[in-house]
């Protein structure tokens, strides 16, 4: 029964987390704190585990937009990505 109520309440945070993303307009904005949530405590680097289309559709943003907003965020250094490896920059 534990184990019920523990993933009822993670999925309720992660619900939470992204009505807050979607209160963000700039896609960047939006990537950026996405990768924050995402990202384990004092842990910098993350590793996409799920498409990025399906990335895209929880932070309210289509495909294009966040292949855009990632590559802008690599060459702006904020980021750096090899493959599915995401380290925040700053």
């Known amino acids: ?6 993933e009822q309440l993670a999925r309720r945070l992660h619900y939470t987390k992204l009505l807050e ?3 963000i307009r700039s896609a960047s904005a939006r990537v ?10 004092n842990q910098k680097t993350v590793k996409l585990d799920r498409p990025l289309k ?9 495909a294009e937009v966040l ?20 380290t925040i920059n700053k």
């Open 67 to 86: 292949y855009r907003t990632l590559k802008k965020l690599q060459s702006d250094r904020l980021i750096t990505r090899i493959k599915r490896k995401i």
């Open 32 to 41: 950026m704190h996405y990768l924050r949530v995402i990202a384990s405590p």
């Open 21 to 23: 993303l979607r209160g």
């Open 54 to 62: 399906e990335i895209a559709s929880d932070i309210g943003i289509s």
């Open 1 to 6: 029964m534990s184990s019920t109520f523990t």
